[in-house]
Nanobody
Framework: QVQLVESGGGLVQAGGSLRLSCAASGSTISRNDMGWYRQAPGKQRDLVAAIASGGTTNYADSVIGRFTISRDDAKNTVYLQMNSLKPEDTAVYYC??????????WGQGTQVTVSS
């Protein structure tokens, strides 16, 4: 079992930055693929960024060049640095963890609101 707790969300003006953190407990995440998804009101939950256990990253087209995902396995934590934020980035951001075997895990989400 992996428990994921997100933090770092909030209200920011367009053009600003936020850094989200996802602290994992219950099990090490060093062999897990990790990622961030987001869901805006009335929309589906979409992948924002992912990082494999080996460090390979993948980003949604809309955030390339603005967001950076990273991981610190020693701290069992994953980060999402978000720069040049836009109003359309407003959503609840969820941390995701996929072990080598078994089901994926989700955090409870953190709200990010970008004002214009």
């Amino acid at each position: 079992q992996v428990q994921l707790v997100e933090s770092g969300g909030g209200l920011v003006q367009a053009g600003g930055s936020l850094r989200l953190s996802c602290a994992a407990s219950g099990s090490t995440i060093s062999r897990n693929d990790m990622g961030w998804y987001r869901q805006a009101p009335g929309k589906q939950r979409d992948l924002v960024a992912a990082i494999a256990s080996g460090g390979t990253t993948n980003y949604a087209d809309s955030v390339i060049g603005r967001f950076t995902i990273s991981r610190d396995d020693a701290k069992n934590t994953v980060y999402l640095q978000m720069n040049s934020l836009k109003p359309e980035d407003t959503a609840v951001y969820y941390c995701w963890s996929r072990p080598l075997r078994g089901r994926s895990y989700w955090g409870q989400g953190t709200q990010v609101t970008v004002s214009s």
